[in-house]
Nanobody, 113 residues
Framework: QVQLVESGGDLVQAGGSLRVSCAASGIGTRAMAWYRQAPGKQREFVARISITGVTSVTNSLRGRFTIARDSAKNTVHLQMNSLKPEDTAVYYC?????????WGQGTQVTVSS
């Protein structure tokens, strides 16, 4: 049974940093990604990491967000720096491309101005 559990979301001030994590079980080694959904908007792709560790961040977030994985712990992290109020969203991890059945509860990130 696949389980993806996101954690680390918090309320932070603009300009701050935060790291969110995703603990994966039952999924083996897969390309993984972070997605986010802001209030009133569709869920969007944020960043992905391949099985071999090659990363890609969506253009608008490049330079502020980085993705990394700890294969030994089957965990994927998203490091977010210089946060802005528009980064406020629920952050989800999933495979890349995403599987409908794998969406979890996400973790709330709120950036105050």
């Amino acid at each position: 049974q696949v389980q993806l559990v996101e954690s680390g979301g918090d309320l932070v001030q603009a300009g701050g940093s935060l790291r969110v994590s995703c603990a994966a079980s039952g999924i083996g080694t897969r390309a993984m990604a972070w997605y986010r959904q802001a209030p009133g908007k569709q869920r969007e792709f944020v960043a992905r990491i391949s099985i071999t560790g090659v990363t890609s961040v969506t253009n608008s977030l490049r330079g502020r967000f980085t993705i990394a994985r700890d294969s030994a712990k089957n965990t994927v992290h998203l490091q977010m720096n210089s946060l802005k109020p528009e980064d406020t969203a629920v952050y989800y991890c999933n495979t890349y491309p995403p599987q409908t059945a794998y969406w979890g509860q996400g973790t709330q990130v709120t950036v105050s101005s």
